[in-house]
């Protein structure tokens, strides 16, 4: 079993930033990719960003420009990924999901984390 953990999240006003962290743990597994998802109140859940075994990263339209290069940093030792998000936008409010693509015995699964909460205030 594989568990993800997330944190970072919270209250920050308009134009802040914030830097969402998910952590993978457990036992005889490896990463194949990891995503971050946001789902806004009464708004089907979206892909933000991702994260493969190669290190590409995709945004959706509605962050782009405010994600830095750096925004999903894998940290492979710890299977831990990031995402670092700048001049936020009371829109921006949503609970925010990680997702991660493991391998286990030559086997591929996905498991999400539990979410964290983003609110931007105007």
């Known amino acids: 079993q594989v568990q993800l953990v997330e944190s970072g999240g919270g209250l920050v006003q308009a134009g802040g930033s914030l830097r969402l962290s998910c952590a993978a743990s457990g036992s005889d597994f490896s990463v194949n990719a990891m995503y971050w998802y946001r789902q806004a109140p009464g708004k089907q859940r979206e892909l933000v960003a991702t994260m493969t075994s190669g290190s590409s990263t995709v945004y959706v339209d509605s962050v782009k420009g405010r994600v830095t290069i750096s925004t999903i940093s894998r940290d492979n030792a710890k299977n831990t990924v990031y995402l670092q998000m700048n001049s936020l936008k009371p829109e921006d409010t949503a609970v925010y999901y990680c997702?991660?693509?493991?391998?286990?015995?030559?086997?591929?699964?996905?498991?999400w984390g539990q979410g964290t909460q983003v609110t931007v205030s105007a």
């Open positions: 997702k991660a693509v493991v391998v286990r015995r030559s086997r591929f699964y996905e498991y």
